[in-house]
């Protein structure tokens, strides 16, 4: 297999505890593995070297949180949001009908626009969700669909269909429509908020999850508190996403708990919520993930750039906690960070994805903002940028 040697690097962010932040450093790509780590001076021959001239490089962003399942758009209800309307969680309905009345080549095709569009922006690992199908026939076929992501989350469990019982709508998430879905997906997530499921309703759809073999997701406290944070920690999710609203005991149960705090800025932004408390989540001790969050509805992005540069001017993170949020972070709410193959991390056996920033180092992602800074991408070993 061709090896390639990428030298003359400025800073490389390796997100490895015993490698750190290396300076004028070499790596090289072995297939789709990263075969080697150094000091440029030491670095082996290969059969290619690229050489990045000083600039800044970091592993490829982990995206941990999406939903690009589906069709249409939103921009009216943005629009109106934009001038003064609140953000409501019913707005799912216009894209569950959109979605359910496209085709399954659509669907597909739009999934591959955003992954590539994402990927062009240094994005080499992404998850995907399920969840503007909501019946049986129309999840299975988005699960499918959203193969072509790294990871895949069936989130039947998004809204209950307008004008059917909650209660009869969860027995069936908990059913028929998990035993139709398990087989293609990893991860199980529910909406556990006010207006989407409850408490209960969200226990409910975990544990048929859990019981399937499946690893948990959440989505909780977007849009006001809620009991979505502990009953993720409580039940061992890998990642409670959103955060927005969080009280002291929210944040001391996950700093206590393997579970991840994904944040997702562009989508706090786009529906006018407050930014989360990423400060007392971090000086707490829980392990924080950005993700752009990228859908229809609260948060059309694909920017993880966006995410860091929003992170450090308006969440009071570092440059290095927050690019560190965006790549490994995400790797943990992936559990995708240790062994062969890993993401979000640059040392030898983890996966050949890399990001080269157009910048001497990390901090131009927020000093430079809005400017694309992506010069060059390898993911799975090839180059893609
Ligand atoms: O993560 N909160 C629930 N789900 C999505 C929004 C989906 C939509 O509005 O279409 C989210 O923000």
């Known amino acids: 297999m061709a090896t390639t040697v990428i030298t003359g690097i400025g800073e490389l962010t390796t997100n490895d505890d015993a490698l750190g932040t290396l300076t004028d450093a070499a790596l ?32 490829g962003w982990v995206d941990s949180h999406s939903h690009l399942v589906f069709a249409g758009d939103r921009t009216a209800e943005f629009a109106a949001r934009m001038a003064g309307k609140p953000y409501q969680a019913g707005g799912i309905a216009v894209t569950v009908g959109a979605t359910r009345a496209a085709t399954d080549e659509e669907l597909a095709a739009n999934l591959r626009a ?21 019946t049986v026939a129309d999840e299975l076929r988005s699960a499918k669909v959203a193969a072509a992501a790294d990871e895949v989350t069936f989130l039947g469990a998004h809204l209950v269909p307008p004008g059917e019982d909650a209660d009869s709508y969860v027995d069936l998430v908990c059913g028929e429509m998990l035993d139709a879905v398990a087989p293609h997906v990893g991860w199980c997530d529910v909406f556990c908020e006010h207006g989407a499921f409850d408490a209960d309703q969200s226990r409910r759809v975990l544990e048929a999850a859990k019981a399937r073999g499946l690893g948990l997701r959440v989505h909780g406290n977007q849009l006001q508190q809620g009991p979505g944070v502990q009953l ?36 706090d932004l786009s529906t006018r919520q407050p930014l989360p408390d990423a400060r007392a989540l971090l000086d707490a001790g829980a392990t924080v993930a950005l993700a752009a969050n990228c ?20 969440m009071r993170m570092t440059v290095e906690e927050a690019v560190r949020a965006a790549t490994l972070g995400g790797a943990k709410a992936l559990r995708r960070d240790s062994g062969e193959g890993a993401v979000g991390v640059l040392r030898e056996g983890a996966r050949a994805d890399v990001h080269v920033l157009e910048a001497p180092s990390t901090t131009w992602l927020a000093y430079r903002p809005g400017v694309p800074l992506t010069r060059a991408v390898w993911r799975k070993g090839e180059r893609i940028r």
């Not at 072995?30 to 970091?58: K, N």
């Not at 690992?125 to 909501?134: A, F, I, P, S, V």
């Not at 929210?250 to 800025?265: E, F, N, Q």
Request: charged letters at 20%; a negative charge.
């Open 28 to 59: 090289v790509l072995d297939g789709d593995r990263i075969a080697w780590v150094g000091s440029a001076s030491d670095a082996p021959a290969a059969d290619e070297r690229v050489d990045v001239e000083g600039r800044a490089v970091l592993p």
């Open 295 to 314: 859908n229809p509805g609260s948060s059309y992005t694909s920017s993880m750039a966006f995410c860091v540069t929003t992170a450090v001017l308006q």
């Open 114 to 134: 955003h992954l590539d569009e994402a990927a062009a922006q240094g994005t080499t690992c992404m998850e995907t969700k399920t969840g503007y199908g909501l």
């Open 232 to 267: 993720a920690v409580e039940l061992g999710a890998a990642s409670v996403d959103h955060c927005t609203y969080l009280d002291e005991s929210d944040v001391d149960a996950l700093a206590g708990s393997d579970t991840v705090a994904t944040l997702l800025p562009a989508c």
